[in-house]
């Protein structure tokens, strides 16, 4: 008998379409229908560390911002430790650490107001530079996009970072930094998003 | 005493699976692929871990788009059907407490969103979405109504098949997808362009729907079932440890 392996297929990607929002985000399609959406709030009220805003716009092959994107947000608290039984360590109370980020359908920009996250420890010991993760998908994006938002602050953790330094052309790993701003006493991050073209965005296979 | 292996990284993503970034037909998808090749990255914990969602998140009604929108004693048009299946990965086990979300247009076509402006009318009765979490043993349900086909500008004359749009997470972020379910025999599905951004032909069944008479409800709703498996892990046999020294 010929040996035979057991393993199933993973279900193939489709995208989100353009009406993604009736799904996860209702409210912005135009109608209440679940007592609670998911993904509002990120880091809860009781979440340690420093308060920032995320801001950024994406943008196609044309330069033209794609106004109907939805981004998810995956991140660690302050600590470094993700709302998560598989990672050791506690998080505070209501912080879940993953969010839903959606477009103003006029000009394509989006933000969403977290906490910013601690250093977590990669492979091998090494350390990844406080990072969010985002995964990205539209109408024309056919298998959900994922990324890694850096700070400009954290330069040297930046700079040791596995993640980072794996994009072997170093000039690709600036549009994966944030560029800090101060907005009325609070610290804001614009991160905005190329999905082609002049400075395409570093995209990982995870 | 002896601890169960711990499960370590996920399988890597078979990408000749999925559809490539760019399809020339999907016209969309051009202007909105990147040229790069995707840079691919080992597990780390911010790919291994994810959200996890409980009972608390979600009302256990969110699964009835019969009902979760309708007036009182009213019902949406359509045909009545339950989307039922479980959520597996790729080494064949179910998995529990996973958030299935799911959104679709109604009977006509039309989607209750402010930027759809299709000729089929709305359904009072009707949103379009529903989300559930799967049981202990993977499982999930949905009630709805069949969605209509509907036409898209790409080709002048483009008609999507019936679909439903499902979203999933599985248990860490590596594993989130988002995909569409189809209605076995509905003869739009092999002359869609998005259905058609898949390459392999096997992978395309894999997201039709299939009419289940075991589980339709006689006299009252039609059921079709749809399993969805998400990316498998390798148990940590002989591997470096992922974290640490």
């Known amino acids: ?206 | 005493m002896s601890t169960p292996p711990k499960e370590g990284e996920f399988y890597q993503r078979d990408r000749r699976w999925h559809p490539p970034a760019l399809s020339q037909d999907y016209k969309t998808s051009v202007t909105r692929s990147p040229k790069f090749p995707l840079i691919s990255l080992e597990n780390t914990p911010s790919e291994i871990t994810g959200p996890v969602f409980g009972h608390n998140d979600i009302n256990a009604a969110d699964n009835d788009l019969l009902s979760n929108f309708a007036q009182p004693g009213e019902s949406p048009v359509g045909e009545r059907i339950i989307v039922h299946g479980r959520v597996l990965d790729e080494n064949a086990r179910p998995v529990p407490n996973t958030l299935v979300e799911i959104w679709q247009a109604n009977a006509s076509g039309r989607y209750r969103h402010k930027k759809d402006s299709y000729l089929g009318a709305l359904d009072p009765n009707f949103g379009g979405c529903g989300r559930t979490l799967t049981d202990a043993n993977g499982c999930y349900h949905f009630r709805t109504v069949k969605p209509g086909a509907y036409p898209w500008r790409n080709w002048v004359n483009d008609w999507r098949p019936a679909h439903i749009h499902v979203s999933v997470f599985g248990s860490g972020f590596a594993q989130r997808l988002i995909t569409q379910l189809y209605f076995e025999g509905d003869p739009l599905i092999a002359r869609c362009p998005i259905v058609n951004t898949i390459p392999d032909p096997e992978a395309v069944e894999m997201l039709v729907a299939r009419l289940d008479m075991n589980a339709t409800i006689p006299l009252d709703t039609i059921a079709y079932r749809f399993d969805i498996v998400l990316r498998g892990r390798r148990s940590t046999l002989f591997e470096n440890r992922l974290e640490g020294n």
Do not use: C
């Open chain 1, 1 to 206: 008998m010929r040996q035979k392996l057991e393993y199933l297929k993973e279900t193939p990607s489709q995208t989100a379409g353009p009406y993604v929002h009736i799904g996860l985000a209702p409210g912005a399609a135009g109608f209440e229908i679940y007592d609670q959406e998911l993904g509002w709030d990120i880091a809860g009220p009781n979440a340690k560390g420093a308060r920032i805003r995320v801001e950024g716009v994406v943008t196609d092959g044309t330069g033209s911002p794609v106004k109907d994107v939805l981004l998810e947000a995956w991140q660690a608290n302050a600590d470094g430790v993700y709302a998560h039984p598989e990672h050791v360590g506690e998080v505070e109370q209501g912080f879940r650490g993953w969010g839903r980020v959606i477009t103003d359908f006029e000009t394509g920009e989006w933000g969403f107001d977290t906490v910013k996250p601690g250093p977590v420890m990669g492979r091998g010991g090494q350390m990844m530079a406080p990072h969010i993760n985002l995964w990205i998908v539209a109408r024309g994006i056919n298998v959900g996009l994922n990324t890694r938002v850096y700070f400009e602050d954290e330069e040297e953790a930046n700079a040791a970072d596995p993640v980072l330094n794996v994009i072997e052309w170093e000039r690709r790993r600036a549009t994966l930094i944030a560029k800090r701003e101060a907005r009325d006493g609070l610290a804001v991050y614009r991160f905005d998003i190329r999905l082609q073209g002049e400075d395409e965005t570093v995209f990982f296979d995870i």
